[in-house]
């Protein structure tokens, strides 16, 4: 107590942890209203938009019976899709998703599987509370 302490230390996000495990990883997460495209959305449902792409699903062709391993808390999946990019080996998944407890955010989870193997990393997200 009394005396000054100065500290210095660097934090470092998202570096390559797991370089050595070949699974799919996600490029990028877009969120907007939910509902259908070109139509007036809807509040209380929550549009999420994630992209996968990498080794384990290099090759993969469309008809691939790859599949969306979704976890939800305090939330509902309104509607989901899982695609293959055209052109290209990026699957992407699209979930509406319903809060149920407008004063608790929705916890969200999910990855990709074939035949009950994994193929890609976990996507998490937390949408935050309303109220």
Known sequence: AGSEHRLRYRMI???DVEGD????????????R???A???????IRKFLVDFSGETLAGLGDGA???????????????QILNKMPGSDVWRLIVDVKRIDDSQPVELSAALL?????????WTYQ?????
């Not at 495990?21 to 490029?27: C, N, S």
């Not at 019976?65 to 509607?79: D, L, S, Y």
């Open 13 to 15: 996000w998202a570096g």
């Open 21 to 32: 495990v070949p699974l799919a990883r996600v490029l990028r997460t877009r969120t907007g």
């Open 34 to 36: 939910g509902g259908v």
């Open 38 to 44: 070109a139509t007036e959305g809807r509040d209380n």
């Open 65 to 79: 019976a790859v599949e969306a391993q979704i976890g939800i808390g305090n939330g509902k999946i309104a509607h």
């Open 114 to 122: 074939l035949d009950g193997e994994r193929l890609s990393e976990t």
């Open 127 to 131: 949408w935050g509370q309303t109220k």
